[in-house]
């Protein structure tokens, strides 16, 4: 019975027409346009074809193996049995099938053969493992060949090939007692073949899936490569490429990484000449020009580069091919710009003064000195624009100060000549230094006064230039010089002098176009020079205002023997300063304080440091609490005085060094505030740094200072200096303080200290410092005994007449007569104001050396005030008769009380009680 279904009216299902759909279908999705697809299937079927290849010669070469190893096997087994002890006597014997049969058998079982046949030389068989029914039957087949030895045949049978080896079973006398055959069928090998299958199939798939993922590979690298461009598409491309790389009329040369040409296209070997085998052969070896060979070898990026290929001009443009997705190379553009010849003079000539314009921005102005400035402009200037150059400048220029309006004219004070440079050093014009006159309608005066460079093509014709100096005009021509361009030195709307530019011998003379050049390597020039002026100026000013804020000498006393040293910085002034200041009780406090910074700005701070710190010692404040209040000052300034603009003002970062000396104890109090530490050299010629806390730089705030008090023997040294003294660009700190050290310790210690401040200054100091350099040097000396009167007074009204008779005593007994009433008028108010407002210990001490120095001290604080006394007040006027009396009179304060001091001259005046009177 037949059965099915039908289909609908219309198409029947598996018609022709949807056959041919779905045929279309697969051909669309197996038609691959671009040719990265297109070679991937082909390296797929190539890949799919070796595979299948590999895997049916694995299969046949396994199967033939099979093949081999059963006939090898049979013949191993064959051999060996027939050739067993016994067998042709077996054979010979009454019942050959009872010895035969189970040797056969076990042989086939330890063998694994298929069967083992024994028959005797007739034919009848006496053993037969596969079928035994058949013992005692004649063999089949032709065994007669085993005569000659063993041999193998292979037959196919209904269960597949046999194979079978025959060999004969011979007698000791070399008869033939019968003969042997083992057989194996190849099915059973096949097993061992068919267990390897999976393997095979498996390699074969790893292979194939390695083949296409390589081609995958490849497809992705080419599709990357073509842009998934078709052959006809490409094609097209090409042709399309073909034509325009023939047709333009510039020359394209593509050069490859390994400077060989890849590529020329008609226009580059007719402009370059090429040989027709250009391709692959290295540029280097085309014969070009070298400069454009190395060019287009290079792959430098360079646009309109001219260079001359035999009587051509060629404009050369040069891209690398690399950042553009090619190979290393370069591709090149080459244009015939022959038209362009008779301009490559001019542009020569431009480039060069472009040139020379770079250098000279680059080589004036290097420092800011006014002659060194006029110097190098002369210097760039030769040989490249002119043979010789003079340079000359206002006088008030070189100062730093602004020149005079009629500075250079006839009319106005001369101009002297500051730099001068040539080709040779026998220059034949005015020497460097000398004043020049220009006279009206010379080229240096032209200049002056139209502002405008002044050109004098043939000086033989300058007749006024010539009446000027007959005798040296006549010398420069004679030398050779022939052609003269005078250009102004102005800047900022000031004339500073003149440049004038000269030629001689073969050069050429100075035309039109040099006046243009000339005027603006001048101009640029000018600017330099007058920021060296500038700088002059402050420098000046700078130095000038900073000497006048420093001590103009040492004050006369006897506490210390004191020397010093101040050198300013080479470029710009900074703000060192020292100061030996005299104390009361003939003590001396030395300072040393450095300002941050250079110029009038540091030079007025120190100033008003060095103002604070003396009017801070007319306090007689210890070393650290003066410079809290020092600190608390340059706060407050800071606060007050910087705006946001104005950063110059901070003075915060300033250092300084304080110290207060007495001779009568030869105790030191000494503090310090981020300045470098104080060194002392001792009586025995050794040296030391001072162990004196640091504090931190005045302004800072925040930290307390620390003082340390020293005992200084007579004849010790203590070196106070700046931070310009000891470090440098070329020494740090530690390496300065080792040299400080060495320096202080090869002096004399028996020398002045004036000595061992030059001795210091001649081993330290650079010869071009950086930084201002000051150094103060006081050695110590201490009174003697008998210049100095103790008396401890008790705390009665009685004490005072013994104790001013005591003082007069002692005033004898100096030599002081005539200062014994002043002196018991000062004593006694001093006494009896100590004795009435002060509280114990009361003591009075006595200083005589350049003046006589009364001292009162207790244990009190609160300190006497000058008032004046109304009519009926019966006391207060004892400190007006003490004011009138002594020279000066003050009160420092201890850490046990305070100490009334009042100081006389040892000459008494003429009229000094009738002054009082008046």
């Given amino acids: 019975m037949h059965t099915g279904s039908h289909a609908p009216e219309g198409k029947a299902q598996g018609g022709p027409e949807e056959h041919r759909s779905a045929w279309g279908r697969l051909r669309s999705r197996l038609r691959v346009r671009s040719v990265a697809g297109q070679v991937f299937l082909w390296l797929l079927a190539v890949v799919v074809l070796l595979v299948a290849a590999a895997l049916t010669a694995l299969i046949l070469q396994a199967r033939n193996y099979a093949t081999s190893d059963a006939a090898n096997r049979t013949r191993a087994a064959a051999v060996t049995l027939a050739h067993y002890p016994g067998m042709a006597a077996a054979l010979d014997s009454a019942n050959p099938t009872a010895v035969l049969q189970p040797l056969a058998l076990d042989v086939q079982r330890s063998g694994g053969f298929d069967y083992i046949v024994i028959f005797g030389a007739d034919g009848t068989r006496y053993a037969q493992t596969a079928h035994p029914e058949l013992i005692g039957k004649h063999v089949y087949g032709d065994y007669k060949d085993a005569l000659k030895g063993p041999y193998t045949v292979t037959e196919n049978i209904p269960l597949g090939p046999d194979v079978d080896t025959t060999a004969p079973i011979t007698r000791p006398d070399g008869s033939v007692a019968g003969f042997l055959s083992v057989g194996y069928y190849v099915k059973n090998t096949g097993g061992a073949v068919s267990r390897q299958l999976p393997v095979l199939f498996g390699g074969a798939a790893a292979a194939l899936a390695v083949g296409t993922g390589g081609a995958a590979l490849v497809r992705r690298r080419l599709r990357r490569q073509t842009r998934g461009l078709g052959p006809a598409e490409m094609t097209r491309m090409y042709e399309h490429h073909d034509a325009v790389l023939h047709a333009v009329r510039e020359g394209v040369l593509i050069v490859g990484g390994d400077g060989r040409v890849l590529l020329a296209n008609d226009e580059a070997r007719r402009l370059l000449e090429l040989p027709p085998e250009a391709e692959g052969r290295p540029v280097a070896g085309l014969g070009l020009d070298p400069g454009l060979a190395e060019l287009l070898a290079s792959g430098r990026a360079v646009t309109d580069e001219v260079h001359l290929a035999e009587d051509r001009l060629l404009a050369v443009s040069s891209r690398p091919t690399a950042p553009f997705g090619g190979e290393p190379g370069s591709v090149a553009t080459i244009r015939d710009t022959t038209e362009l010849r008779a301009l490559a003079g001019q542009a020569e000539a431009a480039r060069t003064r472009l040139r020379l314009l770079y250098d000279a921005g680059l080589r004036v102005g290097t420092t800011l000195d006014v002659v060194r400035t006029a110097q190098e402009l002369a210097d760039v200037s030769v040989p490249r624009f002119a043979d010789f150059v003079t340079v000359e400048l206002a006088e008030p220029v070189l100062r730093g100060d602004e020149p005079l309006l009629d500075a250079g004219t006839a009319q106005g004070p001369p101009i002297r000549r500051v730099a001068a440079s040539g080709i040779s050093e026998d220059r034949p014009f005015y020497p460097v230094g000398s004043l020049i006159s220009p006279l009206p309608g010379t080229p240096e005066e032209s200049a002056l006064a139209t502002g405008r460079a002044a050109l004098t093509v043939d000086l033989r014709q300058a007749y006024a230039w010539r009446a000027r100096d007959p005798q040296v005009a006549d010398r420069i021509l004679a030398y050779g010089v022939h052609s003269l361009l005078s250009a102004p030195l102005k800047a900022r709307g000031l004339t500073l002098g003149t440049v004038s530019f000269w030629r001689a011998g073969e050069s050429e003379p100075f035309g039109e176009e040099d006046v243009s050049f000339a005027e603006e390597l001048v101009a640029r020039a000018a600017i330099t020079v007058d920021n060296a002026r500038r700088y002059t100026r402050e420098h000046r000013m700078a130095e000038t205002l900073q000497r006048s804020l420093l001590p103009r000498g040492l004050p006369e006393q006897s506490a210390l023997e004191a020397a010093y040293r101040y050198l300013p910085a080479q470029h710009g002034v900074g703000g060192d300063w020292f100061d030996v200041i005299p104390l009361p009780g003939f003590r001396v406090a030395l300072v040393v304080g450095d300002v941050v910074g250079h110029g009038l700005h540091a030079a007025a701070t120190m100033g008003r440091l060095r103002t604070a710190v003396l009017n801070f010692s007319a306090l007689d404040l210890p070393p650290d609490e003066l410079l809290a209040r020092l600190d608390e000052l340059i706060t407050r300034l800071d606060q007050g005085g910087a705006t946001q603009d104005d950063e110059t003002a901070s003075v915060t970062g300033a250092t300084c060094l304080y110290a207060i000396y007495d001779p009568v104890s030869g105790h030191c109090t000494m503090a310090r ?108 000396r201490l009174f003697e005994p008998d210049q100095v009167a103790t008396w401890d007074v008790p705390h009665e009204a009685a004490a005072v007449s013994r104790i001013r008779n005591e003082c007069v005593a002692q005033l004898e007994a100096w030599g002081l007569e005539e200062l014994t009433f002043s002196a018991e008028l000062i004593l006694s108010e001093l006494i009896t104001n100590a004795i009435r407002h002060g509280a114990e210990p009361i003591r009075v001490r006595m200083l005589r050396d350049r003046s006589l120095v009364f001292e009162v001290s207790d244990g009190s604080s609160t300190a006497p005030h000058l008032r004046y006394a109304a009519d009926t007040d019966e006391g207060g006027r004892g400190l007006f008769l003490v004011a009138q009396l002594a020279e000066r009179w003050g009160t420092r304060y201890t850490a046990r009380g305070k100490i009334i001091w009042a100081e006389q001259s040892l000459t008494v005046s003429e009229y000094q009680f009738e002054a009082m009177l008046l």
Avoid: M, W
């Fill in 673 to 780: 505030a981020g300045h470098p530490p104080p060194a002392l050299v001792h009586i025995d010629g050794s040296v030391e740094f001072v162990d004196l806390p640091a504090g931190p730089p005045l302004g800072v705030g925040g930290l307390p200072f620390e003082s340390a008090e020293l005992k200084l023997a007579p004849g010790s040294a203590l070196v106070l200096y700046t931070n310009g003294l000891v470090a440098n660009r070329d020494r740090d700190l530690e390496n300065g303080l080792a040299a400080l050290r060495a320096a202080l310790a090869g002096t004399q210690t028996d020398g002045s200290a004036e000595e061992t401040c030059q001795a210091v200054f001649d081993e330290l100091v650079p010869p071009h410092p950086s930084d201002d350099i000051a150094l103060l040097i006081a050695r110590t």
